[in-house]
């Protein structure tokens, strides 16, 4: 093995900045090491990365099989079904009128989620890498669920313990506003189980894992499964357990989706830029067993309510 990996923490309780690393150029002992920072401190940021797509793809591969995108309002076919594009400019390259239905579908990523997991298998880490980035605004916050399980009182872990949760996708853009998916695209994402509690292979250590896509716990009333996620939502993203991350063009950040929130801050999209480009590692498998019914209750007032002071904390 070589010299150590030089790292910064971004925050006391998560993530480290990985210091002199041109991700183009990483060997097998270099790579081994940033796998162990990703398991251990579950946010990595790489600054002043120079990083086209192919490069980015060829990156996040070394992870595990990549994720490919469902097309929806905001996609262009320009890029690789590997890229998610985060962009407030169209196939044109123009800036995207506020108001505008593909920026309100982008609203959503400003509540607190984890990447698919309204997915059956849900992603292992997202990469986003921050290629034109506002001058203020537009930040991304992240939060560990790891750190927020371990603070839970031992009586409500032994509750979470084997609990399943729903998660799905229609909600949680339902929330945002009526008709942002097409009947086609809910199609593809019907709502899917996942479990509450999730142990990390490489190390044990737990996490809850809830997100703006969970609406429902299997065998538990719909207000109080609500009720309950909310609650542990907020658990995890108290002020003082939050990384806000403001981006430089050329920086890198990946991140545990099993085990981290994150979301998007609002910026003047009006007048600023913001093109960011995500690849997505897919998991190795689903997290909890098949269920025989996943129905999900419509919004109630509460669950709209709380969607709002989401996008209204800005
Ligand atoms: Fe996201």
Redesign the pocket.
């Known amino acids: 093995m070589g010299a150590a990996l030089e790292t910064r923490p971004l925050h006391p309780l998560l993530g480290v900045e990985i210091v002199g690393v041109d991700v183009r150029r990483v060997d097998a002992d270099v790579f081994e090491r940033i796998v162990g920072a990703f398991d251990e401190h579950s946010v990595l940021l790489f600054r002043g990365q120079r990083l086209d797509d192919e490069a980015q793809i060829a990156f996040s591969r070394r992870f595990g099989p990549l994720e490919t995108t469902i097309r929806t309002v905001v996609s262009q076919t320009r890029y690789r079904q590997e890229i998610s594009n985060l962009a407030n400019v169209d196939a044109d390259d123009r800036l995207i009128p506020a108001g505008d239905t593909r920026n309100l579908f982008n609203a959503g ?1 400003q509540m607190w ?1 984890t ?1 698919s997991s309204f997915k059956r298998v849900p992603a292992l880490a ?1 990469l986003l890498s921050g290629r034109e980035v506002p001058p203020e605004g537009g930040e991304t916050e992240f939060a560990s669920m790891r750190v927020a399980y371990e603070r839970l009182p031992d009586a409500t872990r032994r509750f979470l313990e084997d609990k399943v949760a729903i998660h799905s996708f229609e909600y949680s853009r339902g929330l945002v506003g009526e008709g942002l998916l097409s009947p086609e695209y809910a199609a593809q994402v019907p709502p899917v189980p996942q479990a509450l509690v999730r142990a990390n292979p490489a190390h044990g250590r737990k996490a809850f894992f809830v997100a703006s896509h969970a609406c429902e716990i299997v065998g538990m009333p719909t207000d109080e499964a609500r009720a309950l996620l909310r609650d542990l939502l907020a658990r995890a993203t108290a002020p003082e357990l939050v990384y806000t991350h403001r981006w430089r063009p050329g920086d890198l950040a990946m991140w545990d989706n099993r085990c981290v929130l ?1 979301r998007g801050r609002p910026w003047n999209e009006s007048r600023y830029r913001r093109v960011m480009h995500r690849t997505t590692v897919a998991g190795d498998g689903p997290t909890a067993p098949d269920v025989a019914e996943v129905a999900v209750a419509p919004a109630r007032e509460a669950d709209v309510a709380w969607c709002r002071t989401q996008l209204e904390t800005a």
């Open positions: 990523n989620h990447d997202s994150h």
